[in-house]
């Protein structure tokens, strides 16, 4: 009975040791899983940036934007277009003066022709610049692709790129407004506001075309939501960092054959 009784127990024993070693390998396994999820966390004592963008003007949207970051007390940064400035010069005038930067976002906004050769994507963003330079005085050389750089950017290209000064901002936080003007203003809140790699330092990008009505309403949120996290609101400057995305290797377009035998 005694032997049967140890057996019993040994039993017992070893089940316990089991189900507490299977345990703690879960545990182990869902730390690992939250840390690969969480990102890299922000210290206390760490600065966080923000730059808000838009991209797509000037328009009549962009004036209503301007508004609310003045009644907000906060600076931004827009990319515009060429020929939509023609007609809305005072917009251009009402970016600088009331203390935002103005980056080149192209002429024609037309991928066929933007992205047929370095040539033609250098010249629009040129032609863009000599036309915010007559109205400001101001010089812009921060640019940003149309749909942004990937696909589109190689090491040539850049080279060529910073020959000429310019300097690419791509963003690491979106809205949806730019694929979808009528992405509703709780998505275009949310969207701007989940920081899934806790990031410290954030280009937000957002549009301020005609159509982007939605954007004007979730923007006030997105601003209360940010000062609430302790960001400071900064504008884009060529002193800024770059930021634009991995360089593609692949030769996945005609602008990027082109752009080898320049």
């Known amino acids: 009975m ?3 009784n140890s057996i019993i127990i040994n039993s017992i024993v070893f089940i316990i040791m089991v189900f507490a070693a299977v345990n703690l390998n879960v545990t182990i396994v869902m730390a690992e899983n939250t840390k690969q999820n969480t990102g890299k966390s922000i ?3 760490e600065k966080k940036i923000i730059y808000l963008t838009f991209d797509d003007g000037p ?6 934007i301007l508004n609310i970051l003045k009644e907000k007390n906060v600076k931004a940064t827009f990319f515009v ?12 005038r009402r970016i600088a003066s009331e203390g935002h930067s103005i980056g080149l976002h192209t002429y024609t906004h037309k991928y066929g022709n933007i992205y047929k050769s370095s040539d033609n994507f250098i010249k629009e963003m040129n032609i863009t610049g000599d036309m915010v330079k007559k109205i400001t005085g101001l010089e812009s050389h921060i640019i940003r692709f149309p749909g942004g750089s990937r696909k589109h950017l190689n090491n040539k290209l850049l080279q060529k790129l910073h020959e ?11 809205a949806s407004d730019g694929i979808n003007a009528k992405t509703s203003p709780y998505k275009i809140f949310k969207e701007t506001t989940t920081n ?8 937000l990008l957002m549009h301020c075309d ?15 939501y940010y000062k609430n996290e302790g960001y400071e ?17 692949k030769r996945t377009s005609g602008f990027f054959k082109k752009i080898l035998t320049n």
Request: proline share 5%; glycine share 2%; net charge negative.
């Open 59 to 64: 328009s009549n949207i962009t004036n209503n």
């Open 43 to 45: 210290s206390a004592d």
């Open 196 to 203: 899934p790699e806790n990031l410290n330092s954030i280009i």
């Open 81 to 92: 277009i060429g020929n939509q400035i023609p007609d809305n010069e005072n917009i251009i």
């Open 2 to 4: 005694e032997y049967k």
């Open 210 to 224: 005609y159509m982007h009505k939605n954007t004007c309403i979730a923007l006030p949120k997105v601003i209360d």
């Open 233 to 249: 609101f900064k504008i884009i400057t060529e002193d800024t960092e770059e930021l634009y995305f991995p360089i593609s290797t």
């Open 164 to 174: 000429n000064k310019f300097k690419i901002y791509d963003w690491n936080i979106q």
